[in-house]
């Protein structure tokens, strides 16, 4: 509504001089209603919002996160979530823990590390078949875990890497063409790895049954 338009009602009826006093002071309250608005936009109109990075699309969890994915929303400051992101950038290359809906703001909790293979020499990932197959059923996008080999002959258990990150877990149907997953073993888990020990995580876990422990 345009305040400045609004016309001022005839006052005639209380007389004169009072009338014309009346109308004066509509005149300047209308007035100033007026500069409110075009002054001080966010108040007159809402609450104050600031731009916001939120989903462009509906997104699954375990999705690495592109420009495309992602849109910039006025959020309402009142009902903006702590941590949301503000800038692409912030965004770019990360591993989103958990699906999203288009226009859900993404916030800093809801990202793991950038993602193995976007260009960091010093990660790789590697695929392992747990030994456990409830224990892949726990795993989420995201989530630390230390990844420990089952003892051979007189040695004990040992850790292979620490918190090591879940890329993704592949789903329980095996794909067109492939064989079914062996016997008791679950679904293979892609994990991040320090560069320099994902081949020896690649070459025991091929030998010995491996497992994690959740953090």
């Known amino acids: 509504m345009d305040v400045l338009n609004l016309r001022i009602p005839d006052l005639g009826f209380l007389g004169g001089r009072r009338a014309r006093l009346l109308r004066r002071w509509l005149a ?3 007035l100033t209603a007026g500069l409110l608005l075009l002054f001080h936009p966010a108040s007159a109109r809402g609450a104050p919002a ?6 462009g699309h509906d ?14 929303a006025d ?3 009142a009902v ?15 591993l989103l823990c958990g699906a ?19 260009g960091d020499p010093a990660t790789a990932t590697v695929p392992v078949r747990l030994a456990d197959a409830g224990v892949a059923e726990l795993l989420r996008p995201g989530q630390r875990v230390d990844l420990v080999a089952a003892a051979e002959g007189d040695s004990a258990p040992s ?25 008791g073993k679950g679904p293979l888990v892609l994990l991040a790895l320090p560069s320099g020990v994902a081949t020896q995580v690649a070459a ?8 994690v422990t959740l953090r």
């Open 28 to 30: 300047a309250a209308l």
């Open 204 to 211: 025991i876990s091929l030998e010995r049954p491996v497992t």
């Open 159 to 183: 850790v292979l890497a620490s918190h090591a990150m879940v890329v993704t877990v592949s789903g329980p149907e095996p794909q067109a063409g492939r064989a079914l997953a062996p016997p």
């Open 80 to 94: 903006r979530p702590g941590g949301a992101l503000t800038t692409f950038e912030a965004a770019e290359g990360r």
């Open 75 to 77: 959020v309402p400051d």
């Open 100 to 118: 999203a809906r288009a226009g859900e703001p993404i916030t800093d909790v809801r990202l793991a590390g950038a993602i193995p293979g976007s």
């Open 50 to 55: 600031t731009p916001t990075v939120v989903a």
């Open 59 to 72: 997104l699954p969890s375990g999705a690495v996160l592109h420009a495309a994915d992602l849109k910039y």
